[in-house]
């Protein structure tokens, strides 16, 4: 895409970073730019376990396309995502991306999130808000991460995870140690002769 550029946000204009002109397309339907940047990020997006710290190197790839109703927005963002494992408590790093589109509005009503500015318009609400969203709840190290004993605290190993994992019924807890063979070893029947006469009856 044309138009590379890097850009750095510090004081009070740091949020100016996520603009976009748009001088050269407004009123004009049909119309589309493409544009790179790299921004650096004044603050960090996310929360909990995982997030985009501040200062972080974030690639956006937009276009911008010229409606009736106003620009559209389609953007990709590329970045490191730091995170704590879920499991395990460990910290670690992985590529991390996220899209979205958005229409501006020129004369935005209450059913438009987002309205042009003057001339260009601010990418930084719905870029926030498509990271937030696509960042894990509970991020994991790698899929088969055996996670942290929780006795001793250290690292279980793979198998021992599954072990653990697998839940015991309590109402069946009392019967885990319940050995049936001694049972069937002790167990014997006993028929009594009278058994299958009528009651009452008088043997002859």
């Not at 002109?21 to 004009?28: G, P, Q, V, Y």
């Not at 501040?54 to 106003?70: I, K, M, N, Q």
């Not at 958005?102 to 926030?128: K, N, Q, S, W």
């Not at 019924?169 to 050995?179: K, Y």
Request: include cysteine; charge should be negative.
């Amino acid at each position: 895409m044309s138009g590379e550029s890097k850009t750095a946000g510090k004081g009070s204009g740091a949020m100016r970073v996520f603009e976009e002109n748009i001088r050269d397309i407004m009123n004009r339907p049909g119309e589309m730019r493409e544009r790179s940047r790299t921004i650096v990020l004044p603050e960090k997006f996310g929360e909990a376990l995982a997030e985009i710290p501040a200062g972080s190197e974030l690639e956006l790839d937009v276009r911008l396309e010229s409606v009736h109703e106003g620009i559209l927005v389609s953007a990709e963002a590329n970045a490191t995502m730091h995170a704590q494992c879920g499991r395990c408590l460990k910290d670690f790093t992985t590529p991390f991306q996220v899209e979205f589109q958005e229409l501006f509005a020129y004369t935005p009503t209450e059913a438009d999130e987002y309205g042009v500015h003057g001339d260009h318009v601010d990418l930084e609400p719905p870029l926030r808000d498509a990271v937030v969203l696509a960042l894990p709840f509970q991020p994991v190290c790698r899929p088969d991460c055996p996670g942290l004993d929780p006795e001793s605290g250290e690292l279980r190993e793979a198998g021992a995870a599954v072990a653990a994992d697998v839940d015991l019924d309590p109402r069946w807890a009392a019967l885990a140690g319940f050995d049936t063979s001694v049972v069937a070893d002790t167990v014997t029947v006993e028929v009594d002769p009278g058994a299958g006469e009528h009651p009452g009856s008088v043997s002859k």
